[in-house]
Each structure stands twice: as C-alpha cells, then as structure tokens.
C-alpha cells in the first residue's frame, strides 16, 4: 500500500518535496497509518534525513489528526479533546484559579494565594449578598464592590439588570468619572 495521490499532495502542501515523499516511502512509510505509527515529528526526523522539524510537524499533526483538534479547540469546537468534570461543590479561586479543599467555605482564603478565593459581594440589583459570579436571589451578574454605587445608580436610571454590568465594563475611565460626580450628587 502506497500514499494516494491527494495523500502526496497533501504531504507536498506540508512542505515536503517529490524526493523526501520518495525517502519515506524506502524508509516504509508508506502510508498515513504507517505515520501513525512513527508517532511524532522527532521520530520522523531520525527515520528521515533532512525533514525540516516544523515540516516533520506539520506532517504528523496531520497525520495523527492532532491537526482537527487544534484547529476545533481555537474554534470553541473541541471533538475528541481531553474534557474535565468536577463535582458541582468544586470551587476555584478567582484570583488564580486554584483548585480549593473540600472543607472550603465561602470566605475562605485560598490555598495558593492568599486572597478570598470565592469573594461576598452584593447585589446591586436586590441588595442581598454571596459569593460567585451571579446573585443567587435575582440572578444580576455581580459588578466589582468598586463600582456597586455606579450599578445602583443605573438602576435607578432605569437600565435593564442584564445591560447594566456590560456598560460598567464598556466604559472608560472619565465616562465612570461622570457617573461617580452625580453619586456624590445624589448623597449630598
């Protein structure tokens, strides 16, 4: 069994020339299968003289399928990709992404770095308070403690729950500026 003509030109597109497809085939590397079986670029490489490292990559990404499943993971389409479960009581630091004990408690400090892992923050939407990304009463996206007072104020401006954290992130420095004078107005 010999590499198929689209099999060759493929090869070609990888970088390799006419005479390094003709090396492969005497050194028995007749076939994708049998580039499965080398493995790697390296092994390539050394059963191979004068294969270029990035080319003898190339050849083998394709050739092992790695390829399809770089090119689907930059996509957000991962198929046949090494997935990941936890249990739903898992909990990772914001900070540095710390994979905190079992007997973690919300308000703990992290194992890793030292700063609240899962913060309490409120709500400016209820007013009530608790860890993670969402208010667990109304379902608002929680905004930095910082900026609590600019989110109250767009609420009371009338902007919808769900836009209110996207415009905070949006905006600039002097735009938050602005809204920080008329919290001020407001208090006083």
């Known amino acids: 069994m010999e590499f ?5 030109n493929i090869l070609k597109a990888k970088g390799l020339s006419d005479a390094t497809v003709t090396a492969l085939i005497e050194a028995g590397i007749a076939s994708r299968g049998d580039l499965q079986t080398v493995g790697d670029a390296a092994t390539l490489g050394e059963l191979v003289s004068g294969i270029d490292p990035a080319v003898a990559g190339k050849v083998m990404e394709w050739a092992t399928g790695q ?6 993971g930059a996509s957000g389409n991962v198929v ?3 997935v990941v479960l936890d249990t739903a009581d898992v909990v990772y630091c914001v900070h ?38 969402f208010c667990r009463t109304c379902g608002a ?4 403690t ?27 420095g002097e735009e ?12 006083g």
């Not at 198929?4 to 060759?8: A, D």
């Not at 938050?176 to 208090?187: E, F, N, Q, S």
């Open 96 to 133: 540095c992404g710390a994979k905190q004990p079992k007997d973690y408690k919300s308000g703990d400090l992290c194992i890793a770095c030292g700063k609240q892992a899962e913060p309490i923050l409120s709500c400016f939407w209820c007013s009530a308070s608790g860890p993670g990304k």
């Open 4 to 8: 198929s003509i689209l099999e060759k």
């Open 80 to 82: 046949g990709g090494n």
């Open 141 to 144: 996206e929680f905004v930095p």
């Open 146 to 172: 910082a900026e609590l007072d600019l989110a109250v104020l767009l609420r009371h401006e009338g902007l919808p729950k769900d836009d209110i954290p996207k415009k905070l992130r949006g905006m600039s």
């Open 176 to 187: 938050k500026d602005v809204l920080w004078g008329r919290v001020r107005k407001m208090r």
């Open 67 to 72: 390829a399809q499943t770089k090119a689907a």
